[in-house]
């Protein structure tokens, strides 16, 4: 007789230290209340997270895998042997929606070869969040990750990337380390064309949540602190 499968539950957390009900709908504290098998980015940071969610939860039924840039690709299949089992299984990123620029993204596509159901919950995405609040173009936009460290090939980036927004009216998103965005914030302004409008989404959904769209000429007159702060930044020409 065989066994019903699992499902794979992509489960959001929070973007930074806020209360996780307080951005999370009733359906992610459900699902947590259910499932005790997971695979997440970081075990301290997921068993924290679930602690909060479910304070009531014992720590000690869970089953967590681990999932990261430096996961073997050989690791990942057995990781859904849960769902196989019968059992639900729960993906956790750090922070935000996993899957989106996540490594839990690799067993999404291994639950769809072995026909395991996929169920994506709702929660904060700091880069639909950063687009929703930016005023650009929210139907055709491309997210870019990281860009390059060295300044020529930076500069090199940015130009393509403000070409491709003026050519295509498309958004472009990136991200930095955090103790590296006063520096990104400062190569937009010398790099792009005065009118280029930049938006810088900063500590989104906390208390402390700073979200400014402006040309990158008035951006030389603005004074804030982007250090060691989650930020996204878009440009569009």
Not at 54 to 66: D, F, M, N, T, Y
Not at 95 to 118: F, L, M, N, S, T
Not at 177 to 200: D, G, K
Request: proline content about 7%; aromatic content about 6%.
């Amino acid at each position: 007789m065989s066994v019903q499968k699992g499902n794979l539950y992509l489960i959001p957390c929070p973007l930074g230290d806020v209360a996780p009900m307080a951005v999370l709908p009733i359906s992610v504290k459900n699902a947590v209340e259910k499932i005790d098998h997971y695979i997440v980015e970081h075990e301290k940071n997921a068993r924290r997270f679930i602690k909060s969610v479910v304070p009531e939860k014992q720590q000690s039924a869970l089953k967590i895998q681990e999932i990261n840039k430096f996961t073997n690709e050989t690791e990942i299949p057995p990781m859904l042997d849960s769902c196989l089992e019968g059992f639900d299984v729960g993906i956790i990123s750090d922070a935000g929606c996993p899957g989106i620029a996540d490594p839990g993204a690799r067993a999404v596509q291994y639950a769809h070869e072995k026909g395991i159901r996929v169920v994506p919950l709702v929660g904060p995405s700091s880069i639909l969040l950063a687009m929703m609040a930016s005023g650009f173009n929210g139907q055709n936009f491309t997210f870019n990750g990281y860009l390059p460290i060295e300044k020529s090939e930076r500069k090199t980036e940015l130009k393509r990337l403000e070409k491709l927004s003026k050519d295509f009216d498309q958004s472009q998103l990136f991200i930095e380390t955090p103790y590296r965005n006063n520096q990104m914030l400062q190569s937009l302004t010398e790099n792009l064309h005065p009118q280029t409008r930049i938006c810088v989404a900063c500590d989104i959904t906390l208390p402390s949540e700073y979200i400014k769209t402006a040309s990158a000429e008035l951006w030389k007159k603005i004074k804030v602190d982007l250090h060691k702060r989650p930020t996204l930044f878009i440009i569009q020409g």
